[in-house]
């Protein structure tokens, strides 16, 4: 099964104007590839910086 986000891509090159040349839609989906990826690398990042947050924040009430 293809992720959301392919099949969204796909939607978004498919729906450019029907004189786009192949090269513009090969383009345009690598650009969208790699936004996505951005995005999802961006939230990781997010999710481990609020895990971190959360384990330093049970370890310091375990100190006390």
Do not use: P
């Not at 969204?8 to 513009?24: A, C, K, Q, Y």
């Amino acid at each position: 099964m293809r992720k959301k986000s392919d099949e969204m891509i796909e939607m978004l090159v498919s729906s450019v104007r029907e004189d786009t040349s192949e090269r513009d839609k090969a383009v345009l989906r690598r650009v969208l590839c790699e936004l996505v990826r951005v995005a999802q690398s961006e939230s990781v990042q997010s999710i481990e910086e609020d895990f971190r947050a959360a384990e330093l924040a049970v370890s310091n009430n375990y100190r006390r």
